[in-house]
Structures are given as C-alpha cells and as structure tokens.
Nanobody, 125 residues
Framework: QVQLQESGPGLVKPSQTLSLTCTVS??????????WNWIRQPPGKGLEWMGV???????YYSPSLKSRTSISRDTSKNQFTLQLSSVTPEDTAVYYC?????????????????WGKGTLVTVSS
C-alpha cells in the first residue's frame, strides 16, 4: 500500500512561509501517470484543493492560491513539498497530501486514492 506522511512545523507566524513535506513510501512520485496533491481543510470548513505536482514535475495551482503557492519535489528522497507564503490566520487548517491515480480525467478530485493523515498548521502570533 502506498503511504503518505505530512511533516513540518505546526505553528507559523503571520506573514511567514508555511512549509510542509510529504514523504511517500511504497510508491514512486515519478511513476507514470500519478499526480501528487496538497489539500487543506480549515476548521469547520470543507476541503480545498491547493495544487499538484505531476509525475513529470509539472505543477498546477488553485487560482485563488497560485500567487502564494509553490510545490516542488526531491525525487531522491521520494518527497514533495508545499510552500505557502504570506500566511494569515485564515490559512490555519489541516493540510493533507494525496495521490491521484490514472484514468479519472476531469473527475480527478474523486481519484484521490491515497491520503496522508493530515497535519494541523496554526497561523498565529
């Protein structure tokens, strides 16, 4: 079974950069044609897709977050990372990494077959 695990600081100060790492086990982030995503859930709210890095390194971001979001990867460590800059308390959320399998096309949201357990990041001074 593919396993994903988020890691990083649980507390970030406003205006700073939130940085999280997703470590993938029993699966390669370069395997065709999977994609690797970041999703978050603020307290009491729904899931929000943030962005993705594909097996070939291509990245795509939610339009609402694009200006502040960067996703990268380290293939030697089988990890991909999230950086969210200029954070505010509105960015407080549980952050998840997840894989999307192949064959879902425009229904990719429903193809997130493996998830990390999530990590809470609080933005507070």
């Amino acid at each position: 079974q593919v396993q994903l695990q988020e890691s990083g600081p649980g507390l970030v100060k406003p205006s700073q950069t939130l940085s999280l790492t997703c470590t993938v086990s029993d699966g390669s982030i370069t395997t065709n044609y999977y994609t690797w995503n970041w999703i978050r859930q603020p307290p009491g709210k729904g899931l929000e897709w943030m962005g993705v890095i594909a097996y070939d390194g291509s990245t795509y971001y939610s339009p609402s977050l694009k200006s502040r979001t960067s996703i990268s990867r380290d293939t030697s460590k089988n990890q991909f990372t999230l950086q969210l800059s200029s954070v505010t308390p509105e960015d407080t959320a549980v952050y998840y990494c997840a894989r999307v399998g192949s064959g879902y096309g425009s229904s990719w949201w429903y193809g997130m077959d493996y998830w990390g357990k999530g990590t809470l990041v609080t933005v507070s001074s």
